[in-house]
């Protein structure tokens, strides 16, 4: 019977150790770049996209699981944070390194996208030990945070070096790197109802997103994050919601 529980407490730390493995992945395929991802019709890069993806499901599945087969525990929250930080920290921050290196090899700004992780890292450390982002988060979320540099690294690979393109990356690592720390209240994608009072900025969130990847594909997430920070500056007062 302890057996038993003990397999059932342990399921969706299992997953959440899947969701590290493919984050381990994307950083693995990162270090590949542009080149060709073996008979899979894709480059490396793309494929540490899809292995970010995947991390994603996983990370929304432990916790999913976790409830239904009421597994919480302390361990596995912190398993979570640890497995977040390699999957939307460390991975989109290799793969915009080794994306900077090979489009700019003379440039030091590469090293800037390590920063990424860094504050990913710190961004995790104050969610776990702040009580207050139960329904909306200070800062911007690191899943969002990765979300926005798959989007921008398959725009920038996917045209010639652009130039003073690198000072753009620097721009935006210290942008996006600042967000994630800063005390900028953003609101989740949780509903307490489905109706339109309270509801209108996720709303816009979801459709704009969607429009975005519609129009211009895996870039369009770049511009979903984007569209993100201006409806937490248009609706200041959502986390009343």
Known sequence: MNLLKSIKNNIPNAITCLNMLSGCVACILASFGSQEGGDTGLMCYQLAFIMIAMAAVFDFFDGFVARLLNAVSPIGKELDSLSDCVSFGLAPSLILFFMTRELYPSSWVAYCALLVAVFGAVRLARFNTDSTQASSFVGLPIPANAIFWIGFCDYFYSRPAMPAGEYIIAAAVVVLSYAMVSRLRMFSLKFKHY???????????????????????????????????????????????
């Open 195 to 241: 109706g339109l009072r309270g509801n209108i900025h996720r709303y816009l969130l979801i459709v704009g997103t969607v429009a975005s990847i519609a129009t211009l594909g895996v870039k369009g997430l770049a511009a979903a994050i984007l569209l993100y920070f201006v409806l937490v500056l248009i609706f200041p007062r959502h986390e009343n919601d």
